[in-house]
T-cell receptor
Framework: NAGVTQTPKFQVLKTGQSMTLQCAQD?????MSWYRQDPGMGLRLIHY???????DQGEVPNGYNVSRSTTEDFPLRLLSAAPSQTSVYFC????????????FGSGTRLTVV | GEDVEQSLFLSVREGDSSVINCTYT??????LYWYKQEPGAGLQLLTY?????DMKQDQRLTVLLNKKDKHLSLRIADTQTGDSAIYFC??????????FGAGTTVTVRA
């Protein structure tokens, strides 16, 4: 099925560990974003990309890195996990018009202990 | 500014209409969206409205936009138990970013 695929769905990390959250889309969308969702705060933008090779920071980029070597993939790296990064992470993509909004993945629930 | 505000909870009886309200601050927003999130799932786009429109209807959903007051609402007619979810209002403030409200948890009671 076409859409945005995120892996893993669940992950538990120890403080200080690093990991990569994977995101892939098969809709040839130019724009991709990573959001985190915390209770009562809606979704906040971590990083985004407007095309392969182009990334930039969102509202809450500290502690996260991204890269966009292909149109399809947009991985999010946690460099040294902290309990404050316990959250649900969503990857999203959209086409160049933006009219139809973003298509979201099903999320990765991350717990840092 | 890019603040989007919504009430946090709404309880509605099955068969009644639900109205979820949202206010936003960026008058340059081009598109405004309503997303639905069911437990443990991602966000599903329900509907959107372009900023030059006042109203959009799509089956049981009606979106009203008051640009003067920067107020957006979503009405769900004949609310069903499957409509229980969190509903997010979002505005497209620039090419790359959506600004989201905190979400309204809608509970449908029998």
């Amino acid at each position: 099925n076409a859409g945005v695929t995120q892996t893993p769905k669940f992950q538990v990390l120890k403080t200080g560990q690093s990991m990569t959250l994977q995101c892939a889309q098969d809709m040839n969308h130019e724009y991709m974003s990573w959001y985190r969702q915390d209770p009562g705060m809606g979704l906040r933008l971590i990083h985004y990309s407007v095309g392969a090779g182009i990334t930039d920071q969102g509202e809450v980029p500290n502690g996260y890195n991204v890269s966009r070597s292909t149109t399809e993939d947009f991985p999010l790296r946690l460099l040294s996990a902290a309990p404050s990064q316990t959250s649900v992470y969503f990857c999203a993509s959209r086409d160049s018009t933006g009219r139809a909004g973003y298509t979201f993945g099903s999320g990765t629930r991350l717990t840092v202990v | 500014g890019e603040d989007v505000e919504q009430s946090l909870f709404l309880s509605v009886r099955e068969g009644d209409s639900s109205v979820i309200n949202c206010t936003y601050t960026d008058s340059s927003s081009t598109y405004l969206y309503w997303y639905k999130q069911e437990p443990g799932a991602g966000l599903q786009l329900l509907t959107y409205i372009f900023s030059n429109m006042d109203m959009k209807q799509d089956q049981r959903l009606t979106v009203l936009l008051n640009k003067k007051d920067k107020h957006l609402s979503l009405r769900i007619a004949d609310t069903q138990t499957g409509d229980s979810a969190i509903y997010f209002c979002a505005e497209k403030t620039n090419d790359y970013k959506l600004s989201f409200g905190a979400g309204t948890t809608v509970t449908v009671r029998a």
